[in-house]
Structure formats: C-alpha cells, structure tokens
C-alpha cells in the first residue's frame, strides 16, 4: 500500500516539472480553460439561456462536441487490436499512450454533456441507487454506463500497467488481459450507443438511420489513429520519448482504411436520401445545399468533404503517405473535416427543419464557444499531464529500485 | 530494507529538482485559484434554489404529506417570484376508467390561433419568449407534407383561398418516444392516458425534445416571466404551476381542468367548435361517436406512436 | 327646475339617438334594437307589405347580406307571423327553437350536433355542457363561419420564427 502511495506521488510529482516550452503550453491551457469555467460559470447562474438554443434546435455544439469526442475515446482500440490481438510490437509500445487519450477523451465528453444540461444541480438523479435510472429503456442511460465503464476500464489498465512497470513486474495476465478484451469491445459499445442516441428517434428522419453507427466508428477509427499519429510525432519530439516509425505507419494504414471506408458511408448516406428524393430530404439538402435560403452550414460541409477527400488522396497515395509532412497535412484536415461532418454536419441538421417544418438555424453564442474551449483546453491539460507522469515511468527515469 | 531504499531514491530525485517542483506545485495552485475565481458567477446559482428543493425526491415516490408540503412551497415561491397570493396548487389523480383522448375537426379549423393563445394564459407560459404548448400550422390543400408547411403566416383574414390548419400540440402517444428516452423517468405517461413531466425532477438534457415528432415540448431557458395579472391561480403540480428554470415542459390536456371535468382551456377558445374532448373509454362521449363515425387519422401514423390526438374531417 | 332639464334631456336624448342609432337585429329573440328601443318584428311588418321577391333589401334590412343557398325570407320567416319561425310542414316556432328549421335540410349536422361533435360546447366533458345552438357562430343568413384576423405569430426567445420563401419546387 505504502508503496502504491510513494508510486502515486512521485508519478504526480512528474507533472510539476519540466521544460519551459511545457509551461508555457500548461499556461496558454490555464488561461483557456478560466476563459471556459468563467463561461460556464455564467451559464449556470443564467441558465442555458446564454447559449443560442432554442426549442426548434434544442441541441448545439456541446452534443456536435461530446459526440465526436466519443469518437476519439473509442479509436484507442485501434492500437489496443493490433497491439494485442496482432502482437504489434511497435503499437504494444504506445498502446498505453492511446489508452490515456481515451481517459482525457472520456472526461471531456462528460464535461461536455453536464455542460449541456438545465439542471447541472440534478446530476444526482442519474445516479443509479439514489436516482432514478431509466434503463434499459433510454439509449442516455446506457451512455451513461458505458462512458463511465469505459472510464474505468482504461483508468484500470493503464494504472495497473504503468505500477507494474515503475514496480519492474510483468503485470498478471489475470488483472490484465480480460480488461484488454472488455476494453475492445467497450470501445465499439460507446460509441454504438452514441449513434443509437440518434440512430432510434424515428421523428427524426435525418438520424434515423442504420448507417449511423457505422459511419461513427469509421470516422472515429479515422480521426482517433490521426490524432494520435501527430500527438505521437510530438511526444517524440519533445519528451525524447522513442516513438518507432512502424507504429505510425500502423495507425496510418488504420486511418486510410477507416477514411476511406467513412467517405463511402457518407455517400450512401447522401445517395439514399438524394435519389429516394422523399419528404425526408429536408435537412439532408439544407446541410448540403440549402433549404428556402437558410444555409448557414453549407459552407461547413463542403469544406468538410474538401478535407476528408484530400486527406484520403494523400494517405493513398504512398509517394505522398509516406512523407511526414503530407502525412501530417492528412492527419491534421482528417481531423477537421471529420469534427464537422460528425458535430456539428450531423447534429444540427437533424433539427433542421423541426419535425413540424419549420426552419430555425444555429449558431453558438459566445458563450457556448468559449465553454467548449475550454472543455477543449481541460481534455488537452488532463493528456498532457498524464503524459507527462507517464513518459519518465516508461523511460526508466522513474522506477522502484528493488535490486538489494 | 526494501522501503528504506525507495526513501533514498525518492530524496535523491527530490533534491535535484525540488527548487522546480516549487515553481510547478506554486503555478498549479495559481492556475486552480484562478479557475476559482472564474466560476464565481456560479455562486449566484444557489440563490434560489432551497435544500428541501435540492434533495426532493420524485413525485411517484413522494407520500401525501411531503406533496402537501411541496404544494406549500411552491405557493409561497409565487407569491414571492410573481407577487400573486391566490395561487392554489393542487394535485388531480387520474379518475379510474378514464382515457382521454382529443379530436381535432380540420375541417373546422380557421387557423385563427385562439387556442395557442388561450394555452399560454392557462398554463402560465413564459410570457417574455411567446411560449405555448400549441402551433397551428398552414398547409396547402391536397398536402400534408409538414415540412412543407409555415407557422408564421399573417394575413388580414383566415382562414385564406387554397389552405387548411393543423394545430399541433402534444399526442399524448401511447407509445411515447420522449418517456422512452429521458435517462431519469422524469416523464411518464399516466393512468388516463397524459404524458406528464415532474418539473422537479428533469435534468434538462432535452432529449425528449429530441425525440418528440411532433414538436410538442417546450424548454423553459430562463425562468418564466409572467405578469402577476395574468396568472392563473388554480394550479396542477404536474401541469400548470411556473416552471422552475432549466425543464421541459408539454401540453398535459389540461390535467388540473380535465381531472375535474372541465374541458381543456384550447377547446373553450376554439371559437369554431374544432376541438373535442372526453373520455374514449366512454361509448357515449363525443370522442367515441367521433372515432365511430368519423374519417379519422393520426399524424405519422408510420412511427407507431400511436397517439391520442386524432384528426378528423367533416 | 333642473329635474324638468333633466327630463327633457332624457326624452330628446332617447328620442334622437333611438333615431339615429345603429339597427341591432337579434337573430336569436328576433328584435330589433335602435338606441334604447327595442321592437318586435310585428311592430313594423303590421302595416308592411309581403312581398315574396328576391330583391336590394331596404329601410332596417339594408344592411342585411342574404346568400343562404336559393333560400329567402319567407323559407324560414313565417310570413304572417313575422316574430315566429316556419317549419316546412306549416308549423310556427319561436326563435329559440331554431335548430328546428336548420336541422330540417341540414340533418346530418344536426346528428353530429346531438352528438356534440359538430359545434362549440364548453363546461364539463363530462357534465354540465354550455351548448351552444346553430345560430349562436352561424348567421342564419349567411351561415359560413365569417373570416377573422388571426393572432399574432409564434415566437421564440430570439424573436419571430420566419420560414423563407415558401417554395414548392426543388431546385
């Protein structure tokens, strides 16, 4: 016991020093995030009447937010497959840096989803026991469960792991290996019920489509390898931490696949609803095209395509793939262009007309942008001082000595 | 042995850097109080919310004393927050053998809005935002493609050449997708058929809002504002009493008129005679002689909502 | 002295506006109102010819609209009797009793009136009902509801809900 309490404190104490470059990036974050609880602060004292929602679009850029970032919660499976059920040593080397970006991922969607609700004070009546939950029958309170679970599944894993290694030990497979196998399929398991949240309202013609789903887990697979394809590059860089070239080559091969497997879902999607031309194509021609002059995301969405398309001709195009700096280009315009499409490309629409016809926009209010930076601002905090502990364990700088 | 070696090693590793741990450990408690200070708009959120508020329990669990008490509460609460000391709250259970169910005679309808109207002042609707539980639509003839339809027409006269009028307010489906979807039960459907929500217990996510297809929920953003004049003093606890801020609201028939026999407050100020109202379970009541005799349908019969807000034709 | 101006006032004031005030013709009691007089159809239509032709209504009528079908007045005024209402079969009855005279061509109203399913009832769905008879929305003489100016649009906390241009064709 003692000796997990020394581990906790001298892996925390990691996050306390570091170069200046760190400082000032744990500034600029400081600073961002006060910008955010200010904000938010604000919201809960006026209530959600400062964001731009309305009963017509009842749902804005916290939901586009929390539902994308699912997303990159669940693409820590994309290293944990290969590293485990493929043996990849390269992957099986960072696999743990996934996983942390899962955690930071998994508390910025809970942030994004309290920063969502009127009555942030009932949070209590969601809690099982005290509250009163209603599963199975709401695809939120499954969320819920699965976040949560999802959250302690890989704060689980990777605890364990890193004691283990600052111990020196081979973790014991028995504590180790079925929380790999239920993190896989946990992984998948979040971000289906987050499609199912949209996927089951049959008011909802927009959503209200199989492919939803499937369309989540390939965007995710795409922006989550691509994430971390630059995040690994940084590590490298700046922690001197030996990232292998064949683990970014894992992940863009990961990522070529999934974008191109998204940007064929996105077109099934757009034929169904263009070609069948039913009632229902409302919302799908004001996203793309417009509806009775309302088009505020029309330039959005085509800038989304003009991305996931570019990123996709650059990862299949080894010449172009294969060097860092076009790879990156890719990483970085898949990201975008997926946080469009999927945020604000799937959720705004949907209200868009209301079921009832009537054309109301969106956008968010100052307010609601400045909450979600923040957000933004605490997931990258939460990462990079988890990285931080981490990366000295990982190097050996930071171990218990227990050679007599 | 063991420990003492680890304690060497951690003295070592403290005393290299223990002048930058400092400046880390001090700037994280700058960056943390900053963030404190941020939030201090939030102290303000607990001004009017009182404990016994904070930790009520939900309606189905409340015995009949603590729901005296809260009924209580919440005619003090108006009278301070809108300065009206008539104000009764009262709690109508379901009457056994009671369905109810709204019919709806389109070709009746002149779209003159009296009922949306008349919805907003019996049920004490934000008054600052227009909100009411009703929307009467326009459509042209020979269409019922609701997306096809507007809200917001304004002619001299109704009802105008060319179209007919569809007010829309909530189904009351049997098979309901907002009770469905919202995480805490904090809306139901009850005995007599009205889907009601316990303003006391929802958590605002809106996602029965979501999932309504008929647009028949209303989210309260700022706490409703109504002139002290214009309340309405006879209150239901599941129906009409001000909505706290942060909750959704709906169309509840009426319940703290219906549950006592009267018609709902849209039907007395429907002035052409459109809407109607009873009990389905009774084979005498205008409702049953409509479903029997009429050419009836629901809206987006293909979801399986299946509603008990039908529409008629002459 | 002053209570004789007074009741000079009260007889020239009556006299004059009863004269000059606007006709109010109840359909409902068959009355017709002028200022504070109040007659009976019987008053005038004593000394009043008949005359059965369609024709630019005059005097009192003047300002009466009648486009009820091919109908005229004397297919539900009784002729004679001008304070009563005629059945088909000859029979008088008393304004109040209207219904009777719609009911006798519009039948299948009248059942779903019975039936409360045609008309305004307001009270009690499952009490006291305050019924409200034929002639109480529908002018007798010109029976389709008249138009009226809607109230205002909906909103929400932003301001009116516009919808563009409505258009029917897809581009």
């Given amino acids: 016991m003692k000796q997990y309490l020394t581990f906790c404190k001298r892996s925390i104490s990691q996050i306390f020093v570091g170069s200046n470059l760190y400082f000032v990036w744990l500034t600029l974050l400081t600073i961002v995030m006060v910008i955010g609880a200010h904000a938010y602060a604000i919201q809960l004292r006026d209530g959600l009447a400062v964001t731009n929602m309305t009963d017509e679009v009842s749902w804005g850029v916290y939901i586009a937010n929390f539902t994308f970032i699912v997303g990159m919660a669940a693409a820590a499976v994309m290293m944990v497959i290969p590293a485990y059920l493929y043996n990849n040593k390269a992957l099986k080397e960072v696999v743990l840096l996934g996983e942390l970006l899962a955690i930071a991922s998994i508390i910025m969607c809970l942030l994004f989803v309290t920063a969502d609700l009127g009555r942030p004070d009932r949070f209590w009546h969601m809690i099982p026991g005290i509250g009163r939950f209603n599963w199975p029958m709401s695809m939120l309170s499954w969320d819920v469960i699965v976040l949560n679970g999802y959250l302690l599944i890989n704060a689980h894993i990777c605890g364990y792991s890193f004691y283990c290694m600052y111990r020196g030990v081979k973790p014991n497979p028995w504590f180790y290996t079925p929380f790999i196998f239920l993190s896989i399929f946990w992984a998948v398991s979040i971000h289906t019920v987050t499609a199912f949240l949209y996927s089951g309202l049959g008011g909802r013609p927009f959503w209200n489509s199989a492919v939803i789903a499937p369309r989540f887990l390939a965007s995710a697979f795409a922006a989550g390898p691509g994430f971390l394809i630059l995040t690994l590059q940084i590590i490298r860089k700046v922690a001197d931490f030996p990232v292998k070239q064949e683990a970014l080559d894992s992940l863009r091969k990961i990522m070529t696949v999934a974008m191109v497997i998204n940007l064929f879902l996105l077109g099934c999607e757009v034929f169904k609803e263009f070609y069948t031309d039913s009632a229902h194509v409302a919302s799908a021609e004001y996203l793309f095209f417009g509806l009775h002059g309302a088009n505020a995301l029309v330039p959005w969405i085509w800038t989304a395509i003009a991305l996931n398309v570019s990123a996709t001709v650059i990862l299949l195009v080894p010449y172009l793939a294969e060097k860092s700096n076009f790879l990156n280009l890719a990483c970085v315009m898949a990201f975008i262009g997926i946080w469009i499409e999927k945020g604000m490309g799937l959720i705004i629409p949907g209200f868009i007309p209301t079921p009832i016809g009537q054309l109301y926009e969106y956008s968010p209010s100052m307010g609601e942008i400045q909450v979600c930076l923040g957000i933004w601002a605490a997931g990258f905090m939460i990462y990079t001082l988890m990285v931080k502990m981490v990366i000295p364990i990982y190097k050996g700088t930071v171990q218990l000595e227990t050679t007599k | ?314 | ?171």
């Fill in chain 3, 1 to 171: 002295m002053k209570l004789k101006t007074k009741l000079y006032a009260a007889i020239f004031s009556t006299l004059c506006m009863g004269l000059h005030a606007n006709t109010i013709i109840s359909n409902e009691k068959l009355t017709l109102n002028k200022g504070s007089f109040k007659l009976e159809c019987m008053s005038c239509h004593r000394t009043v010819e008949k005359n059965f032709k369609k024709r630019k209504l005059i005097g009192e009528h003047e300002k009466l609209t009648v486009n009820h079908g091919k109908m005229w007045c004397f297919s539900c005024h009784d002729e004679t009797d001008r304070n009563k209402l005629k059945l088909i079969d000859g029979s008088l009855v008393d304004s109040k009793d209207a219904v009777q005279v719609c009911a006798q061509c519009h039948g299948v109203v009248k059942r779903d009136w019975d039936a409360g399913v045609h008309g305004k009832r307001t009270g009690n769905w499952n009490g006291e009902k305050n019924i409200l008879a034929c002639i109480k929305c529908h002018d007798p003489h010109q029976p389709p509801f008249q138009p009226m100016k809607p109230f205002s649009p909906p909103r929400n906390r932003f301001g009116p809900i516009k919808k563009a241009v409505h258009n029917n064709a897809h581009h």
């Fill in chain 2, 1 to 314: 042995m063991c420990e003492d070696k680890e304690n060497k090693v951690d003295k070592a590793f403290e005393s290299v850097t223990r002048r930058d741990f400092i400046k880390g450990v001090s700037g994280a408690l700058a960056s943390t109080a900053a963030l404190g200070a941020a939030m201090t708009p939030a102290l303000d959120m607990g001004k009017d919310l009182s404990w016994d508020e904070f930790y009520q329990q939900h309606y189905q669990e409340l015995t009949v004393e603590q729901k005296e008490k809260i009924f209580k509460r919440i005619e003090q609460k108006v009278k301070t927050d809108y300065g009206v000391d008539n104000a009764n709250v009262q709690d109508p259970l379901p009457q056994l053998g009671v369905e109810f169910a709204y019919a709806l005679n389109l070709s009746k309808c002149i779209g003159c809005r009296g009922c949306e109207k008349a919805c907003s002042k019996e049920n004490n609707s934000d008054r600052a935002s227009g909100m009411s539980n009703i929307r009467v639509l326009e459509l042209d003839k020979g269409s019922i493609n609701l997306e096809k339809s507007s809200q917001s027409y304004n002619p001299e006269t109704v009802p105008q050449e060319g179209k007919y009028y569809m007010p829309i307010q909530c189904h009351q489906c049997q098979n309901a997708p907002c009770v469905k979807v919202c995480p805490v039960q904090a809306t139901w459907q009850e005995k007599d058929g009205i889907v009601v929500v316990d303003y006391n217990w929802c958590i605002g996510c809106r996602y029965c809002e979501a999932a309504c297809p008929y647009y028949a929920r209303r989210f309260n953003f700022t706490t409703p504002e109504i002139p002290a004049e214009e309340i309405n003093p006879d209150m239901g606890y599941l129906s009409n009493r001000p909505r706290p801020k942060g909750v959704v609201e709906k169309c509840t028939f009426c319940l703290h008129r219906t549950r006592n026999g009267k018609y709902p407050a849209c039907l007395e100020a429907c002035p052409t005679g459109s809407r109607k109202f009873g009990n389905i379970l009774d084979p005498e009541s205008e409702i049953n002689y409509i479903i029997k005799n009429k050419r009836v349908f629901v809206l987006k019969e293909e979801l399986n909502t299946q509603p008990r807000f039908y529409y008629f034709f002459d």
